[in-house]
């Protein structure tokens, strides 16, 4: 089992920054993919982010392209989304996910959530 935990939400105003972290724990040796999903009141859950395992290869969700920016850290197992020049449409809970295969399509692990609020 994987265990996934979340951090770094909070409220920012519109065009500010924030960073999300996520450390995975547990059968480490099982995730390959890891990233981003959101949900926002009312809305289904929907991609943001995701990076393959020692590739480095990223997805973007076209809402967020060129604004965020995910990194992952391997030596450490965690996995972070720079937020920048955020907008009230980004107000969500952000929730890390992570498969074992190399794309997002279908996650096998969830965080409990973080909830980022943008401020007009």
């Known amino acids: 089992q994987v265990q996934l935990v979340e951090s770094g939400g909070g409220l920012v105003q519109a065009g500010g920054s924030l960073r999300l972290s996520c450390a995975a724990s547990?059968?480490?040796?099982?995730?390959?993919?890891m990233g981003w999903f959101r949900q926002a009141p009312g809305k289904d859950r929907e991609f943001v982010a995701s990076i393959r395992g020692s590739s480095e290869w990223t997805s973007y969700a076209a809402s967020v392209k060129g604004r965020f920016t995910i990194s992952r850290n391997n030596a450490n197992n965690t996995v972070h989304l720079q937020m920048n020049s955020l907008k009230p449409e980004d107000t969500a809970i952000y929730y890390c996910?992570?498969?074992?295969?190399?794309?997002?399509?279908?996650?096998?692990?969830w965080g409990q959530g973080t909830q980022v609020t943008v401020s007009s």
């Open positions: 547990g059968s480490i040796f099982r995730i390959n993919a």
């Open positions: 996910a992570a498969a074992h295969r190399r794309v997002m399509s279908s996650p096998d692990y």
